[in-house]
């Protein structure tokens, strides 16, 4: 009976490791469509692989209705939602994909595929102070239970491609970040003193809406306009546009600070130290890996 037992914990141990898809939510309205268009298809592979709803080419409020409410206000937007750029949607589509790939085997980061692009509860305003700060936002989004809508894809910006992976590379680890991960205090005390304090008309190093003094923020050990967002108590900004740094950054290019700003070669340790004995991420090989994404 204690070996029949002993086999039984055995094997449940297994099955708990095991990651079992499954939408649990009620299917959104309209239901997805696998179509004959290479995107179409791409969007329904994410339903097949992930249980996640990828609209691209859905027009009009109806298209935004499902079970749990309305998934965004069109009405923000003076042409409502627009369907995305088919060429557009096919890299994109790609992309994200592909990022999905790279990170499969960290089931920490796996709840963050339904954030991907910056949904629940990010608004069209910051999603524009966000390109302000220099992260690509190629997109509008309405997200919810699951469900995605990628629309006016470069409708608004000239493509640039590692920009675009660079937004892609933030929402994904914004979730993560800013949810379930805890910053170590050595990494905030470095830049404390010049967080903005709790309003984004405070922000140090922003003279302006579209100026910023790279030079002073850089000598502050901040890599990227959107570091200086975070506050001391919570500088999530600050550790994700690390990670984004490092991850989508050539290495001889990332050097030019490392060797000379101190403060950003003391941060930088931190972020490799603290996610490869947290989360087993080797945050350079993943560099390598992800310069040759989409080329």
Known sequence: MSLILLI???????????????????????IIEQG???????AYGFLEEHDLHMYYDLEGEEALQTEYGAMGEPSKFVDGVLPADEERAVIFLKLIDEMFDLFSDYRELQFARRWILVGNGFSSST???LDTYGYNRDILYYNTQGTQMISNVNNDFEFNLSLTKEMLLFAYFHAYVDYGYNIPVEFSSISGDFYRQYTFSSIPFHTSETEYDEEGATDAGFVHPWGPVGISIKPH??????????????????????????????KYDIVVESMANNLGMDLEAFSTEWQSVGI
Do not use: H, M
């Open 8 to 30: 039984t914990s055995f094997a449940s141990c297994e099955e708990e490791d095991v990651l079992v898809s499954g939408f649990n939510g009620r299917d959104p309205f309209p």
């Open 36 to 42: 004959t268009t290479e995107a179409s298809q791409l």
């Open 127 to 129: 999603a524009e102070k």
């Open 237 to 266: 900004e600050d550790w994700e546009s690390y990670i984004v740094w490092i991850i989508s950054r050539p290495k001889a290019e990332r050097d030019v600070w490392l060797d000379t700003k101190p403060l950003i070669k003391a």
